[in-house]
């Protein structure tokens, strides 16, 4: 047979493999797993972790230095240091400007499938989700420092997805959430008090099993978070 051409497949570019480093590990913070004060792993071990060079990690720690996110140490006690963002607002705000038509469409996203989500989890959640979702509620509403609500508010927003029972919807809004790299809640002043009263809706739409109420309380959630975030930018 001739050589034949093959359509619709991109070649892989590794040296972009960068990116891909400093996707993951801007997701890492972005979703809790890493909150300011903490140290990532050393470069050699994230090299082995990723499946990378340690050049490659070094070039995405430079990349997330210039962005805020951390800062190289030396040292005894040095490392890499997760940076508070609420420190770096200025520098922050106009990578968020720039990145504003996507986030405009995450948000689209994250409206149709976490609304979906909400109205699965009110028919098929348990009393251990409700207590998941309850717990996760508890530490949003008394404790107002950054990062540990944002911890508890994407462990609530997954705890929402775990209640409907569906694992693609599941990875879809994790996915979705990470996405959205730069940390909303540090430009937009009034997240906490509206988002808690959102959360709160949510909650209850879910626990007395409506699924109407709990898309409608997801989305209009989200659809504040939205017009908060553009406020934040003017």
Not at 73 to 97: H, T
Not at 135 to 162: G, P
Request: no cysteine; hydrophobic share 40%; charged share 35%.
């Amino acid at each position: 047979m001739g050589d034949q051409t093959v359509t619709g497949i991109e070649p892989i570019d590794f040296a972009a493999a960068y990116e891909v480093v400093t996707e993951r590990i801007r997701r890492a913070i972005h979703i809790g797993s890493y909150v300011p004060g903490d140290k990532l792993p050393p470069e050699r071990m994230l090299a082995q972790q990723l499946g990378v060079s340690r050049t490659t990690v070094r070039e995405a720690i430079r990349v997330l230095e210039g962005e805020g996110y951390v800062v190289s140490r030396r040292g005894a006690s040095g490392g890499i240091m997760v940076l508070d963002q609420a420190e770096n607002e200025e520098r922050i705000r106009p990578l968020l400007a720039e990145k504003l038509p996507e986030i405009e469409e995450t948000f689209d996203y994250r409206i149709a499938v976490e609304g979906a989500a909400a109205r699965l989890a009110a028919d098929r959640r348990t009393d251990e989700d409700l207590a998941d979702l309850q717990d996760a509620f508890d530490v949003m509403r008394s404790d107002r420092e950054t990062s540990r609500f944002r911890a508890a508010d994407n462990a609530f927003h997954l705890a929402v997805a775990d209640a409907a029972r569906n694992r693609p919807m599941r990875q879809a809004i994790e996915d979705a959430r990470a996405e959205m790299w730069v940390g909303i809640d540090r430009l937009i002043k009034q997240v906490f008090t509206t988002a808690n009263r959102h959360h709160e809706q949510i909650l209850e739409a879910i626990a007395k099993r409506d699924p109407d109420a709990a898309q409608k309380a997801v989305v209009d959630h989200l659809e504040t978070a939205r017009r908060d975030l553009r406020r934040s930018l003017r």
